[in-house]
Nanobody
Framework: QLQLVESGGALVQPGGSLRLSCKHS??????IGWFRQAPGKEAQGLAC????????FYADSVNGRFTISRDNAENTTYLQMTALKAEDTALYLC?????????????????????WGQGTQVTVSS
């Protein structure tokens, strides 16, 4: 069974930090991407990391504030977020490309991933 479950979302003040987790049970040799989606908007790709974590991509919107990493022994991929802004408010989702251990091109395109979690809500507000 392939399953991805996000956690770590919360209400946080502007300038704060959060670490999101993506637990990918049942498989651990695939590229993992992080996306976010605000109500009424399309999913926005943020980052992707390969199975061997030797190839990482970030979207321009990250602007140096987010860091993606993974712990294959724990079957978990993380997204560390700092200096959060109100515009970061969204549902954050992780996704896997089961076709390869390498990030797809383009890594920001949702159609390039074939397994998704339900998402975890991040709200940035004072």
């Amino acid at each position: 069974q392939l399953q991805l479950v996000e956690s770590g979302g919360a209400l946080v003040q502007p300038g704060g930090s959060l670490r999101l987790s993506c637990k990918h049970s049942g498989f651990n040799r695939y590229a993992i991407g992080w996306f976010r989606q605000a109500p009424g908007k399309e999913a926005q790709g943020l980052a992707c990391i390969s199975y061997k974590d030797d190839l990482i991509f970030y979207a321009d919107s990250v602007n140096g504030r987010f860091t993606i990493s993974r712990d294959n022994a724990e079957n978990t991929t993380y997204l560390q977020m700092t200096a959060l802004k109100a515009e970061d408010t969204a549902l954050y989702l992780c996704a896997a490309d089961r076709r390869s251990g390498w990030c797809p091109y383009p890594f920001t395109r949702p159609d390039n991933y074939d397994s998704w979690g339900q998402g975890t809500q991040v709200t940035v507000s004072s």
